[in-house]
Nanobody, 122 residues
Framework: QVQLVESGGGLVQAGGSLRLSCAAS????????MGWFRQAPGKEREFVAT????????YYADSVKGRFTISRDDAKNTVYLQMHSLKPEDTAVYYC???????????????WGQGTQVTVSS
């Protein structure tokens, strides 16, 4: 069992930066691949980024590549999403999730956090 709690969301102007954190409870964090997804109003939840258990493999959605960075600190049981050059279209609720292997599909993740709101104003 893994419990995930996101934090770090907020309101930021276009071009600004935010860092999201996802704190995990449970001893299985270091053995889990982690991912970030987002969901805007009226839209389906979409993949943002994923990182392998070892942290040496990452993958990003084309829409965030070069602007967002996913990382993990197993000593702190935390995964991060550093976001730069934010755009209004990045506005969404951001969720972290845990999986057995890194994947871009929602169905591949077993555990989910409650989400944190990111709003980017123009």
């Amino acid at each position: 069992q893994v419990q995930l709690v996101e934090s770090g969301g907020g309101l930021v102007q276009a071009g600004g930066s935010l860092r999201l954190s996802c704190a995990a409870s449970g001893r299985t964090f270091s053995s889990a691949a982690m991912g970030w997804f987002r969901q805007a109003p009226g839209k389906e939840r979409e993949f943002v980024a994923t990182i392998s258990r070892s942290g040496d493999t990452t993958y990003y959605a084309d829409s965030v590549k070069g602007r967002f960075t996913i990382s993990r600190d197993d000593a702190k049981n935390t995964v991060y999403l550093q976001m730069h050059s934010l755009k209004p279209e990045d506005t969404a609720v951001y969720y972290c999730a845990a999986a057995t292997i890194p994947t871009i599909v929602v169905e591949g993740y077993t555990y989910w956090g409650q989400g944190t709101q990111v709003t980017v104003s123009s």
